[in-house]
DNA sequence: ACCTACGGGACGTCCCGTTTAT
DNA sequence: ATAAACGGGACGTCCCGTAGGT
């Protein structure tokens, strides 16, 4: 790999951070450039405009984030384990970068003027929610899970309550909204198998996570 | 009230509207005097800065939002239908002004480096999580609740989910989302009740939505 | 005098100083920034370019020479006498800003590339020279300078030795050929005079400078 | 001599010519490829840097003047008719390269920022201003020349007034000021023999100029 | 010796938040 | 309350000196 290549991942990799922190408004190329130790020539030959650089900064951030936080590097198989793995996954491991779910952060920022930013941060939740449901779908062939659950409810509720409960523990700066979340939703994906009992008092080595952590 | 105090109010609510779609950094004062069709000077004159402007401002959404959708303005009394109630009208009734729910705009677009709409934001989110569990905790007392509920873990529950899912939802520009939340949050409140069955196949007519959309 | 206006002035002042050292290419709108405190906005606020900047900063530094070197401040009115001083002005008095003499520094860098930057180097010659030449005219008329002198060439070999011997003093950084020019020309400016003997030996008290200081 | 020589000597003289007329700042090594017909990668095969290309077009340009214009190419050795006729061909020979005398072109731009030009001038004028001396010493031991004549002052005005001079005429774009330098340090010399009377009136033959205009 | 890539950095435009004068 | 003035600073273009690869 060439030196300007490189550079030019050096750069995404800061302006990730960045963008991530402060916003496409918020962060201005001068603070990249201090972050990179890089001048304007610098970084004007790796990217066309400032927009260009944020594309690739959230390209970099989402695949960061897919990586470290939607447990995709698990041989689970069967539907019901893996919902559970992939909540607690995604509970477990902090943001790999500072700032927050950079969808949900680009989600927001971008909602007003910048369609190609929406757009990406668009097309990561529906490819998250396409695996979430694509599983609930398999797990429903298989009769593990309940002919009548509901594919896309379910993904879309797992999806929601992740990001929401996110946000509101980065406002209240403690992990309660997050993990009070996380034991819901694990209950809930235990009650879809077809035999479920009532939902009730799932034991804690069923969930498999953190020690009793009544909310505040 | 005096013309002096009509005009600031006009300002803040112009300028509400403004801040929530596009962010802190991104609304300019220009934008404002563009709204308002007052000259700068004429902003100044009510506002020592842009900070102050965009705190009022806020306030101004966060009231407007709380009286809208936080369902205040009944009297009933009872645990499981307020709770329900709550839920139902927050999902039921749109935004009340243009760009989305200001507390997590805010709570995302203050994250770094506007402390004092954060901590608006903070507070905020407080209350309402507050009102929800004094009721959990009030429907407890009353019997109404099984007593091993939780009432901050269901307070961060039900913000998050509905938070979140507001957030999916705009970003689909579908209703998809926020539907599915307010369905099983529903769900979820019912099983509250000490007596409750396996939360199975709520009827439509039970809960109430999707299908069946009463007006406020 | 209202604060933009001030603001002008004192970029000027600060930018006649760093033209004059560095000249008009060598010197940036950055240092212009960094010597005055101000951002690239506060400059072009009051500079259309680059070269405005340095137009005017070059008229400030000429009149600021002109001003302390020229010997204007006089009332001195007998020809001859009147020469001396001025010869003598330029000589005691040190460049008023640093850098050396700004009509030199500009006749050179100005030489190639800018010509309204050197067009006003060489007004200001020529309104040295004609200072210089009426002097000798109105001698030659009052009869204190003898008939046949030639008063351009006498302002010619004025203005050249003295710029000359102030490049090579700079270059040398002594004051040798500087103080040596100014002996030569007080002799040839006395050898005015219609009955003037041969020039030799002028004594001190006549040339009223600085004691014995052979060159090296 | 080989080629990678002959196109070193070829790059040397074409930068000399843009680096008298533009100055180090003003010309740039993109001017020295399309002077030369090199590309970049060419003209770094021959020099580390701008600065080195610099110093050896300078020192080529310094040649080229001393060889053209401080008349060492006489066998004259009396005194006087020497030195008399080292102004004259200083003023008869125009400068064998465009844009000036090199050494007051360097001493002025470099005068800020390049220590190792400027220490070049210095040098030129030194050895300059070192054969003058020379001759005036000889001159006086000789007894050609009156033996209170100050060899370093002598020097030092002749140097100096002829740069001077040469820094108006280009100013000027006239040759006056150059031949009125020559006139007056003409007489100044014929001045200098002990016997000497008051320098009055030499002919137009005497000074062999401006009429008279002899080609090299 | 060519050519392209690389990173530095100057220039100037535009717009922003704020102040001042009216 | 208007309107202009003020200074801050982001953005992007262009070109420069230099380094490598061919």
């Known amino acids: 790999m060439h030196k300007g290549e490189l550079t030019r991942q050096r750069i995404i990799a800061e302006a990730a951070v960045l963008f991530n922190q402060r916003g496409f408004t918020g962060c201005s190329m001068q603070d990249v450039m201090e972050a990179t130790g890089l001048e304007k020539g610098g970084l004007y030959r790796h990217f066309t405009c400032k927009e260009d650089l944020a594309v690739e900064a959230f390209k970099y951030s989402l695949d960061k984030v897919r990586r470290a936080r939607f447990g995709e590097d698990t041989d689970i198989s069967d539907a019901i384990p893996l919902l559970l793995y992939k909540v607690r996954q995604f509970v477990r491991v902090p943001s790999p970068l500072p700032g927050g779910c950079p969808i949900m952060n680009t989600a927001i920022d971008a909602d007003d003027g910048n369609p190609t930013l ?6 990561a ?6 695996g979430l449901r694509a599983i609930v779908e398999q797990g429903i062939r298989s009769g593990e899970i309940k002919p009548d659950a509901q594919p896309g409810r379910i993904a879309n509720l797992i999806v929601s309550t992740l990001e929401g409960a996110l946000m509101i523990s980065r406002l209240e700066n403690t992990r309660h ?4 979340a996380e034991e819901t939703l694990c209950a809930f994906i235990l009650d879809l198998a077809p035999n479920a009992e009532r939902s009730p008092k799932p034991t804690r080595r069923e969930l498999g996570t953190r020690t009793a952590q009544p909310a505040k």
Not at 118 to 123: N, Y
């Open 177 to 180: 909204a997050i993990l009070d």
């Open 118 to 123: 929406l757009h990406l941060a668009h097309q």
């Open 125 to 130: 939740v529906q490819e998250w929610k396409d």
